[in-house]
């Protein structure tokens, strides 16, 4: 059996990677885990634009650059991005100052199909982040996927994944917190 690497296996491993862990450390962890990745996405948006706005072109900035090995200003802004938003969902989630802590008046038949269903969201919530930090688009203001010039268009055109996944993006945006809202609404906790 030959296999090749292409960027459909490595979105597809990646995503089960992340639901296989989802479903490793439960349901409530799994909404903290997603609750801690809208608040890092912001936050490493707003953050790698503070960089590109007061570091890049200087000259410390540039020797950076060149000592790190990237190619372009717009490479080490979406690295800054990618970099600032991975490790404050780490943080976020294992020291965050919050916890989630769902009801379970629900069958375990139901409890194990949500369970799934935010594993799969919370995948899909992480990847579609960092694939429009790779864009350059920013998420609150910006343009739209379609007028960047970025290498994701290079990945967009060789990954279906990909493709499924910048295209469904506010989907997989919205999402996660509707159904969060709904699971809410619906449970009944006793006091």
Excluded: C
């Amino acid at each position: 059996m030959q296999l090749t690497l292409t960027w459909d296996l490595f979105v597809l491993v990646f995503f089960m990677v992340i639901m296989a862990y989802s479903l490793i450390i439960g349901r409530d962890n799994t909404l903290k885990v997603i609750l801690a990745t809208y608040i890092a996405g912001f936050a490493a948006d707003a953050m790698g634009s503070l960089f590109a706005k007061y570091f890049v072109g200087s000259e410390a900035f540039l020797k950076i650059l060149r000592l790190a090995s990237l190619g372009t200003e717009q490479e080490a802004v979406i690295f800054v991005k990618v970099f600032i938003f991975v490790v404050m969902v780490i943080l976020l989630t294992i020291k965050g100052a919050f916890e989630v802590d769902t009801v379970d008046d629900r069958s375990p038949f139901i409890r194990m199909i949500l369970s799934f269903l935010y594993a799969g969201m919370s995948a899909g919530l992480m990847l579609s982040l960092i694939f429009v930090f790779v864009s350059g688009v920013p998420i609150v203001g910006g343009g739209s996927f379609e007028t960047t010039g970025t290498a994701l268009w290079g990945l967009y055109n060789q990954s279906e994944f990909i493709r499924g996944i910048v295209g469904n993006s506010y989907l997989w945006f919205s999402l996660p917190a509707l159904s969060f809202l709904i699971h809410s609404l619906y449970s009944h906790k006793d006091k």
